[in-house]
């Protein structure tokens, strides 16, 4: 009886270690995807667009760099690496906070909207591929 238990323990373990990579193998799939297409259309990486978009969906003008990299599950270094390509580019611009000078904010520019929007369409287009439900078929 207790092997049988622990038999059906290791089926539900090894289970839920499937589920975890066939997870895995959809993430790593879209996000080269979104990587490729959106830095061939748009010469943005999949990490650059993301921040554009937190940014252009916040309701407020700046954002704490603290926050967006939370909202983005970034470590500060990477977050910082990608708002510096971006700000090279033009699309975002970094100030100081004034009640608090170790606080940076970071906003978007008005190229960087534009740019945004662009390269909205395409990082729907790839959602849409790989996560619309696929239609049944009709016995």
């Not at 539900?12 to 193998?25: C, E, K, Y």
């Not at 954002?63 to 967006?68: A, N, S, Y």
Request: with cysteine.
């Amino acid at each position: 009886m207790r092997a049988h238990a622990k038999m059906r323990g290791m089926e539900s373990n090894a289970a839920l270690v499937g589920r975890w990579r066939s997870l895995l193998t959809c993430y790593n799939t879209i996000a080269c995807d979104l990587d490729r297409t959106l830095h061939d259309a748009h010469g943005l990486t999949m990490s650059e667009f993301e921040a554009l978009d937190r940014l252009v969906e916040s309701d407020c003008e700046k954002r704490r760099m603290q926050e967006l990299a939370a909202a983005m599950y970034l470590s500060q270094s990477a977050l910082s690496r990608t708002v510096a390509r971006l700000e090279k580019n033009g699309l975002v611009q970094r100030g100081l906070c004034e009640s608090d000078r170790r606080g940076v904010f970071v906003e978007v520019t008005e190229a960087g909207r534009r740019c945004h929007a662009q390269a909205s369409k395409t990082h729907l287009d790839i959602l849409a591929k790989h996560l619309s439900p696929v239609p049944q078929a009709v016995a």
